[in-house]
């Protein structure tokens, strides 16, 4: 893969925590812009470490920022609100103001857009369909977080489509509750009856937490056939020829098992996987240093010691994988990059890694 071409125009970096996922979007972002193409950086990682590695502010909260960088295409960030994506959602999409206002107002969705599990995921899919129907960008780099919610992520469309042909949804979209608020049927014409059911759910769940939950489902429906449009939409995207994922693992024999689980869950779902990238490997060399103090000769034994462990883990995962899956061992920097010029210095190692390997394959 030519990380510098604008083929494919979505790449997905996903893996576990603490593998440097934020650090290599930023530095192929840079890579991308300055082979003249029009980029864009996103990402849902909770941590949000992209802000600073590209040096963009709060501005990029749920909105594309311009970062400044001279180079003959062009560089945006973007760092997920979900919130904020969620309003823009129903603003859009209420069929009259009047449905907008209802949904924008209810208790229930202010507590669901802001906490319930799940949204952050079902939002980074709706910002990824906005981004791939507005075509502003030659290509999209999709930081993720560690692996468990990047499955969350990937599976999100699927989740939303099963919700909105589900039997519980249909239920939920009766109508509960008459005008007066009471329960239906039942309220004021079951009388004591009425009453004792209404007052023991009040005291079980809350019955006006009931309330807001069935305003809320009857006022979203007539968004619910373009939620499910959306879904479908981003489903296809990723699976299709113009998304791969790039698989950022650590070094290491112990990293091995969750490298193979996202690899094998990538391919069984039928997307992409374009090149598995072991980042941060500490390089080899002779641990050996006469003449020189223990201090000294302890730290570099230690150091060759993780060099030989790195590449005994590299050379276990290579001899794990098919022939045809391209793997490269990023070294370990001395110093974390933390200025645009470092980072573009490390897209440019990758790149130059990954031809390297298609060239000996």
Not at 105 to 134: F, K, W
Not at 214 to 223: G, I
Request: charged share 25%; hydrophobic share 45%.
């Amino acid at each position: 893969m030519d990380l510098r071409a604008g083929r494919p125009p979505f790449l997905v970096c996903v893996g576990a925590g603490g593998v440097g996922k934020t650090t290599l979007a930023a530095a192929l972002g840079l890579l991308s812009a300055r082979a003249g193409h029009r980029t864009l950086v996103m990402t849902f990682d909770p941590s949000l470490r992209l802000k600073d590695a590209l040096g963009v502010g709060a501005a990029a909260h749920g909105e594309e920022v311009a970062v400044p960088y001279d180079a003959p295409g062009s560089l945006h960030a973007s760092l997920l609100d979900p919130r904020k994506t969620f309003d823009r959602l129903v603003a859009r999409y209420a069929p009259d103001d009047a449905t907008r206002d209802r949904i924008l107002g209810n208790p229930y969705y202010d507590h669901l857009a802001g906490h319930l599990g799940g949204i952050l995921e079902y939002m980074a899919v709706e910002r990824l369909y906005e981004v791939a129907r507005e075509r502003r960008y030659d290509r999209v780099i999709l930081d993720t977080p560690p692996t468990r919610q990047a499955i969350d992520f990937l599976e999100a469309p699927q989740r939303i489509v099963s919700f909105l042909d589900s039997g519980a949804l249909k239920i939920a979209l009766k109508p509960w509750f008459d005008e007066d608020g009471h329960l239906q049927p039942g309220g004021r014409r079951l009388g004591f009856i009425g009453r004792g059911l209404e007052r023991f759910l009040d005291r079980v769940v809350g019955l006006q937490l009931l309330r807001d939950m069935s305003e809320f489902f009857r006022a979203f429906e007539p968004l619910f056939d373009g939620f499910r449009q959306r879904a479908q939409a981003v489903e296809n995207l990723l699976a299709s020829p113009d998304a791969h994922f790039l698989l950022v693992a650590g070094p290491g024999e112990a990293r091995i098992p969750d490298t193979l689980f996202f690899a094998r869950r990538l391919k069984a779902a039928g997307w992409r996987l374009g090149p598995l990238v072991v980042n941060r490997v500490h390089p080899r060399f002779d641990g050996g240093a006469e003449g020189s103090s223990a201090a000294e000769r302890d730290g570099r034994q230690l150091f060759a010691w993780l060099g030989e462990r790195h590449a005994r883990g590299v050379d276990a995962l290579r001899a794990l994988l098919p022939p045809e899956q391209q793997l490269v061992a990023l070294p370990l920097e001395p110093d974390e990059p933390t200025d645009l010029a470092a980072l573009e210095a490390m897209g440019r190692r990758l790149q130059e890694l990954l031809r390297s390997s298609a060239t000996d394959r």
